[in-house]
């Protein structure tokens, strides 16, 4: 194992303390693993908290700020966080209307923050959570409580985050994230594995000339081990599974091409030329487009393609608001 | 016989800490085949603060004291899904050694164990069959509350105890995870042994050895 | 070799065709392998022109658009461009006012922009050249003309860009590129190489208990190779090496811990923290911080390190200008 | 004897292309000991075009004009360091051919190995002894020069140049880089073949088989 680290057990201690340096315009630290934007709370407007393991950055803490979330809590690598740190978080963006929580589906995740969520409404603290499941490969449709979260949550999150930022109410906003978690799909192929580094080995091997369709966002294998093949082709399975699960045709979406973290970004411009003749083909119109890491597997090499299917709601939701995140902005 | 105080129970602790680092590959490797990889690294993380925790206990601490150190350690450090787990499992065993000065007798361990059994399932929400750990710790406790009728050494009950765990984490092979990240798996998941389960067993030798002073 | 791609020889062609159709709010295509921003010529604008080889994104072409480049060349991956494209990019952004061409010091570069220079100053389009070297390693100090561009290439083009976006004259655009380029100092350090995808093999094979002192940005070695150690003890050696180059003690600086590509977010902030210890320790005062991937190497692993050393005029133009480029945004 | 017509010399550099191209791995790695590991890419890049280039001539076309097309297709889609280097190699043999109907005095590919050479070292700057591929080209020069002189088969003459360049090519191994990104390297890169020279004695070989109608 070859990583930018020092004790491998340190690595989520240090990398805290590097993000915080880092975004301290924007964010405060309101824990050992938790932090809040900078003017936490904010008068009237409900907090949004997200969260979940190390390791996936810019998902979770990298989307806190203007536009997205309020305060996130870290967890070790690929390991929700305990509820202490939800409730801190919960504590300091809390402005009285309320909190959202929003993450993706895992069990450690929803154990945890459902605790947190019990403590907080016995505090009196309003807080609701929406469950994130857009992995369309991790369960079938008639399972699809059981889904997990993977790359959808940025675009999920970015409606969820835009909502909240015009103070609607806590309602309003678990609504709406609720819809566009409805509406998102998301499949993911994965090329190579990755390493837990108090693990210090890779989490499973794959050869060099297989992948696995259907990976998550942890380096636990898939859904199927197929031979590599050319990308258009690979995408064109994964795309037919979304299509396949929801009916996109003919309507307005955002889009993500995401990168798992150790994938070069002009790999994701190829994927995303044969995402969008694919959107063509189908009469969908690709509103927004994104193509970039959003979120990661530490190194591992692959990616996600996720589908937001849009309203005039959530379509100018999106448009109208800027944002200002510790590692997403948008003009 | 030995005199299970306080201080014996939090040492025992900081040898199942031990037991379960130098298994930290291993579970790790076992996680990874299904899961996320990190399965020996969170019990290592939530081990070494119950470690820590154990250290810091006054000499004079009661089991139970010992056993709530641990839970609280546990909520804090680790998350997963391991750390409720844990957490609840030691509270547990904490409330069921409750104003006991010494943990002497089998029946005594064998109602920890079913208590951390039963608050691991409270929690975790797992059935049997569903490979997890409770696969390797519910036959564990049948396998003590035997003992406990019985009779025979402490020593000697969880060292068996023990080793009943480790022999039904092997079983755990031929199961089909309905829990956790493995769960979507399916039948792809067949055939390896289960991580949480297989530490359950490194823990429970930990208090078998720890108890009986005995070194590795 | 796993990559997401067609055929090999196709990989640049297909990650065009992806690029600009994934901005195409923002830029335009004026040739096979050269863009330029939707809106250009800009009246009264200074053009500015990037590029090099391909395998660098968001380097060259993820930095037109508002608040730095103009227009962009392609090369095949690390190969400088031909002189077509980057002729055509220089027709697509000149008003009038003159273009800079502003890249990293490769000799295939150097010949190929100098041949598009000749011709278009030929045609009567003003164009002046600055050449960028902020790469420490790569050359001793009394023959730093030698040394390459690397990661600090993102932070001369803040500077450039902001003083382009004001419309300041041709000359003026040119001297503060200058004068950022000579205040700025970069090393880096790899942790694996990166598969040329035409080539197939990884260019090098760095053993899994080695690491490269002072990598560039193409997988090429170093300038030498040590063994593993904590992050902490290399980072400390690489800003020794920046430090001793030039006089950062008590300044203001824009600072970068760049991503090579295959490197986790995790790690780069982990850097970033040793980072911040060095600067504190030195007396100086970081006004901007960037911790990404930004100038990279296809998938190689590592990180590197640039420093500005900002003067007044620096520091404000940074900070009074709103970047939306393709792959950078500053709000 | 053969007669080096315009549709010979395109036939060549459609067998020079095919050369290159079965060398572009060797090339690679020779690159990537002390380069950025993509000379063969570049040079099959490159070489692909000129191939196109050539099967698109008109059969009555002109050496000089031949080797016009091979400059133009090098120049648009290389880039690199070696593709303004064999445009103006190129260009310049074009300009030596100038003229002539066929090439097929040993003086002709003299005065045409030699104007390339010269056309390389305009560009690229670089000395003898910088280890590049004037390392190669210039004793190759002097070789087929000495046999102009000499006379005998252009055939063989073209093949002993190839012959004479690959040697040379070998012998970079001791050269220290002052060119290019090797050069940062420093003694480093001392006892790697250079790989512009190595690909330079393929392009040899592959005009040398070509003129010889030879097929390997
Ligand atoms: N609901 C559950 N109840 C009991 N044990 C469980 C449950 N879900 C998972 N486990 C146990 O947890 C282990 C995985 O733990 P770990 O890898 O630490 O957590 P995570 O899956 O969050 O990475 C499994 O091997 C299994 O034994
Ligand atoms: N100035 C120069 N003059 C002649 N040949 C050169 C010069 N610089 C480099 N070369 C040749 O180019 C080769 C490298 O070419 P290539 O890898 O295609 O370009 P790049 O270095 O831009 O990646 C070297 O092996 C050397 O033979
Ligand atoms: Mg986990
Ligand atoms: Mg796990
Ligand atoms: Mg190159
Ligand atoms: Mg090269």
């Known amino acids: 194992m070859k990583k930018l680290i020092n004790d491998p057990f340190d690595v989520v201690e240090e990398m805290v303390e590097g993000f915080l340096a880092a975004n301290d315009q924007i964010i405060k630290r309101v824990g050992k693993r938790s932090i809040a934007r900078a003017n936490s709370p904010i008068a009237g407007k409900v907090g949004i908290v997200v969260g979940g393991g190390s390791g996936h950055l810019p998902a979770f803490a990298g989307y806190v700020g203007k536009g997205m979330a309020d305060g996130a809590a870290f967890g070790n690598i690929f390991a929700s966080p305990p509820a202490k740190p939800v409730i801190e978080a919960t504590l300091a963006v809390d402005s009285g209307a309320g909190v959202m929580y929003t993450y993706g589906n895992y069990q450690g995740d929803c154990i945890n923050f459902d605790k947190a969520q019990d403590k907080c409404r016995e505090m009196g603290i309003k807080v609701e959570t929406v469950v994130l499941n857009d992995d369309v490969l991790s369960a079938p449709k008639a399972q699809a409580h059981k889904r997990r979260g993977i790359g959808g949550l940025f675009l999920v999150w970015h409606v969820a985050g835009a909502k909240a930022e015009q103070l609607a109410s806590l309602d309003e906003v678990v609504a709406v994230t609720a819809k566009a978690n409805a509406n998102t799909r998301t499949v993911g192929v994965g090329l190579t594995s990755c390493t837990v580094p108090a693990n210090g080995a890779p989490t499973f091997f794959l050869p060099d000339n297989e992948i696995e369709i259907g990976l998550g966002i942890h380096g636990e294998p898939g859904m199927k081990r197929v031979k590599v093949r050319p990308i258009d082709s690979i995408i064109d399975e994964l795309m037919d599974a979304i299509l396949a699960d929801l009916d996109y045709k003919g309507t307005d979406v955002a889009l993500l091409v995401n990168g798992l973290g150790g994938t070069p970004a002009e790999e994701l411009y190829v994927v995303y030329r044969r995402v969008k003749q694919i959107c063509e083909a189908n009469k969908i119109k690709i509103k927004f487009k994104h193509v970039g890491n959003q979120v990661t597997a530490l190194e591992m090499q692959g990616t996600s393609v996720s589908l937001l299917r849009l309203d005039t709601e959530m379509h100018d939701l999106i448009k109208n608001t800027t944002v200002d995140t510790c590692m997403y902005k948008k003009v | ?216």
């Open chain 2, 1 to 216: 016989m030995v005199n299970v105080d306080g201080a014996l129970v939090a040492k025992s602790l900081i040898l199942v800490a031990k037991k379960v680092e130098q298994n930290k590959d291993h579970l790790c490797e076992l996680d990874g085949e299904v899961g996320d990889g990190d399965h020996g690294v969170s019990m290592t993380i939530g081990m070494r603060a119950v470690s820590r925790a154990a250290k810091d206990l006054p000499a004079d601490c009661t089991p139970s004291e010992a056993l709530q150190s641990a839970a609280d350690a546990y909520a804090d450090e680790v998350g997963a899904t391991i750390g409720p787990l844990y957490e609840a499992a030691f509270a547990a065993a904490a409330q069921a050694a409750n104003g006991k000065k010494n943990l002497n007798e089998i029946a005594d361990w064998a109602s920890i164990y079913q208590a951390m059994a039963d608050a691991i399932q409270q929690v975790g929400k797992a059935q049997l069959g569903d490979k997890t750990l409770l696969d390797a710790f519910f036959p564990a406790v049948e396998h003590i509350k035997g003992l406990a009728k019985k009779g025979g050494t402490l020593e000697a009950a969880l060292l068996s105890t023990a080793e009943r765990a480790l022999k039904a984490a092997k079983d755990t092979r031929n199961l089909v995870p309905q829990k956790g990240r493995a769960s979507r798996l399916g039948d792809r998941a067949k055939g390896y042994q289960d991580a949480g389960a297989t530490s359950l067993a490194v823990v429970l030798k930990g208090f078998a050895d720890g108890v009986s002073k005995r070194k590795s």
